[in-house]
T-cell receptor, first 106, second 114 residues
């Protein structure tokens, strides 16, 4: 199985970039996802990347995958207060990280 | 309905009692997942149903946990002889295909064992 680690908390100022990191142990997953969980709501898919890709950009979101270091990151450009939520990385829908709580300070 | 529906939204039960949690997936979705989210923990995969295939039960933490999916649609997660450590939010998700398609999550059932 996959052991997935994330930092628990991240705080940024509105307008700055946020970088949420995820490290993992098993390289066999083919699909790597980022989900967002807002207070009182279910998880919502933000973006995903295939394991044979290094980078994917989707509007304000950039996903970077470093297979050598087993490191996945999500960058949110021009972070807004509405981005405040918990962000989870996930591998093949089975293995989820512990979640990073992002707080955006106005 | 339009999304994944879970019931009840909250459940308080006494230690040692059995509980059943229900999940109604999005119509037409062949895959269904159950997860457990404990305070300060990530999502822990429990079980995965895909079409008529045998379910992947590799995530079930003990034999007190079981799940079934009737008619390829509604699923029930059963926890027997509940323990306090079973207290968590139980999430259900469904998707059209296998692990390479977007999963849509329900709001979850918050289980509290007292």
């Amino acid at each position: 199985g996959e052991d997935v680690e994330q930092s628990l908390f991240l705080s940024v100022r509105e307008g700055d970039s946020s970088v949420i990191n995820c490290t993992y142990t098993d390289s066999s997953s083919t699909y790597l996802y980022w989900y967002k969980q807002e207070p009182g709501a279910g998880l919502q898919l933000l973006t995903y990347i295939f394991s044979n890709m290094d980078m994917k950009q989707d509007q304000r979101l950039t996903v970077l995958l470093n297979k050598k270091d087993k490191h996945l990151s999500l960058r949110i450009a021009d972070t807004q207060t509405g981005d405040s939520a918990i962000y989870f990385c996930a591998f093949n829908q089975f293995y989820f990280g512990t979640g990073t709580s992002l707080t955006v300070i106005p | 309905g339009a999304g994944v529906s879970q019931s009840p939204s909250n459940k308080v039960t006494e230690k040692g009692k059995d509980v059943e949690l229900r999940c109604d997936p999005i119509s037409g979705h062949t895959a269904l997942y159950w997860y457990r989210q404990s305070l300060g923990q990530g999502l822990e995969f429990l079980i995965y149903f895909q079409g008529n295939s045998a379910p992947d039960k590799s995530g079930l933490p003990s034999d007190r946990f079981s799940a079934e999916r009737t008619g390829g649609s509604v699923s029930t997660l059963t926890i027997q002889r509940t323990q306090q450590e079973d207290s968590a939010v139980y999430l259900c998700a469904s998707s059209f295909g296998t692990v390479n398609t977007e999963a849509f999550f329900g709001q979850g059932t918050r289980l509290t064992v007292v």
